[in-house]
T-cell receptor
């Protein structure tokens, strides 16, 4: 079936470095993508979103890139901090629907 | 921002008993709420869509008679795990759709269920 998946299950970075978390999606009809951060024992927290008519969107310390040609999106976190340690999920909405499909998640570990 | 709460935050029950989990939108009305289940080290899997005033829509493979959903008001949806078994132990998360914007969902903090 259609799915959203991630390449790397665990990513370790040094504090202060930039982090890049990747996500591949298979549904070419997906037109809206969201990145979520989930800390241990908590619900997902919205980070940033992007629509399919864009290829880049920036927030505070975060940037999402969308490559529709290869159905790939990435989340870049600048100057990674210990508080960024969490599991990051990409998720997508298929056009016309209100159901979110979550990717498999990447555990980001920030080393001091 | 919009806040969604869940109660209880964690619950331990004996096998064969039923457990009710509440999901509330605290400062907005939610016609539609969603229930997810998340096993350790795994992603969120949508279980069902809860619609105020009508029957819930269940995803394929989710037993509607085991996971009873009631959405009696615009701010409350409940999920009852009936005759719980150890394999039902999981993290249950709800989300609420804000107004009529289908793309805006706010997530609750989750409920940890442990069935002994």
């Amino acid at each position: 079936g259609e799915s959203v998946g991630l390449h790397l299950p665990t990513l370790s970075v040094q504090e202060g470095d930039n982090s890049i978390i990747n996500c591949a999606y298979s549904n070419s009809a997906s037109d809206y993508f969201i990145w979520y951060k989930q800390e241990s024992g908590k619900g997902p927290q919205f980070i940033i979103d992007i629509r399919s008519n864009m290829d880049k969107r920036q927030g505070q310390r975060v940037t999402v890139l969308l490559n529709k040609t290869v159905k790939h999106l990435s989340l870049q976190i600048a100057a990674t901090q210990p508080g960024d340690s969490a599991v990051y999920f990409c998720a997508d909405f298929t056009g016309g629907g209100n159901k979110l499909t979550f990717g498999t998640g990447t555990q980001l570990k920030v080393e001091l | 921002g919009a806040v969604v709460s869940q109660h209880p935050s964690r619950v331990i029950c004996k096998s064969g008993t039923s457990v009710k989990i509440e999901c509330r939108s605290l400062d907005f009305q939610a016609t539609t709420m969603f229930w997810y289940r998340q096993f350790p080290k795994q992603s969120l899997m949508l279980m069902a869509t809860s619609n105020e005033g009508s029957k819930a829509t269940y995803e394929q493979g989710v037993e509607k008679d085991k996971f009873l959903i009631n959405h009696a008001s615009l701010t409350l949806s409940t999920l009852t795990v009936t005759s719980a078994h150890p394999e039902d132990s999981s993290f249950y998360i709800c989300s609420a759709e804000h107004g009529h914007n289908q793309e805006t969902q706010y997530f609750g903090p989750g409920t940890r269920l442990l069935v002994l």
